[in-house]
C-alpha cells in the first residue's frame, strides 16, 4: 500500500509564489530608492529582499522536488529537499548580515547625505508590502520548516521596513545622516538569531536527531501497556521533512500473542498516530528470547 508523500508546504505554493512576486517587486522599488535617497539601510532591506527572493524560489523548487513521487531508490522521495532549502536560506542570510554590518561601520566613520522624504516614500511602500506577505505566509509558517523560513524573511523585512521608516522621520526631522548607519546595523542584528534558528531546526533534521516534540520514552511507555507486549527495544525516530516524523522499533510480545500479529501491529499503530501523531513506522514483532540471536542492537 503506498503512502501519500505530500509535503506541509506544498499546500501553500500558491501563496509562496504570490510572496515571491510581491518580494521582487518591493526589492525593485527599494533599490531605486536607496540609490535616489543614498540611504544604505534601504539598499540594505534591498539586499535583504533580494536574499529573500532567492530563499522563497529556492523553496518553491524545493516544493516541487519534493512532492515528485518516490522510486526504489528514494523510497521517501526528495523529500529532505525543503529542509536543504531551509539551511541555505540561513547561510545567506548569514552573509547578508555580514555584508550590511560591514557597509555601515565604514558610513558611520564617514557619513552621506540621505534625502528623508524620499526614503519614507519607498519605505512605506515595502513596509505596506511586507505586512501582506506576511499575512499570506503566517498559517503555512506553522507546519513546515521550509515555509518558516520564507516566513522569518519576510518578517525580517517587516521589521526592517519599520525601522527605515523610523530612520526616514529621524532623517527628515533632524537631519541626523548617521541613524540610516544604525538602523542597517540594527537590521543585520534582528536577522542573525533568527538565521541561526533556522539554522539549527534545519541540522537537527538532517542529522535524524528525534524530534523535539516526541519524548522516546514516553513512546516506549506506551507501547509497552499494548496487551501483549513484553518490551521494546531498537526504537528510534527521525524527521523525514516538516511535519513527517517516522518511527521504527523492535517490539518482543507473549507467544499467545504471536497468534494475531495483525490485529496487534494496528493496535500499536494506532498508540503511534493517536498520542503521536506518528504516521510513517516500522515495527519489528518478535517472540521473547529472540533478542539473543540479534547482532547490532541499541536500547
Known sequence: MG?????????????LLLVLCLTLGVMALQVVG??????????????????????????????WIANRPSGPGRTFGLQRAEILAAAANALLLFLLCAFVGYEAVHRLLDPEPVAGPAMLAFSAAGLVANLVGLALLHRGQAESLNLRGAYLEVLGDLLSSVGVVAASLIIWATGWDR?????????ALFIAPRAWHLLNEALHILLEAAPRDIDLGEVRR???TQPGVVDVHDLHAWTITSGMPVLSAHVVVEDAALADTGRLLDRLHECLSGHFAIEHSTLQVEPVGHVQHEGARHE
Open 34 to 63: 536607496g540609490l535616489a535617497t543614498g540611504s544604505l539601510a534601504l539598499l540594505a532591506d534591498a539586499g535583504h529582499m533580494a536574499v529573500d527572493s532567492f530563499g522563497i524560489a529556492l523553496a518553491l523548487l524545493a516544493i
Open 3 to 15: 503512502h501519500d508523500h505530500r509535503t506541509a508546504a506544498g499546500a501553500h505554493r500558491g501563496r
Open 179 to 187: 541613524v540610516d548607519s544604525v538602523v542597517s546595523i540594527a537590521i
Open 222 to 224: 506506551h507501547l509497552r
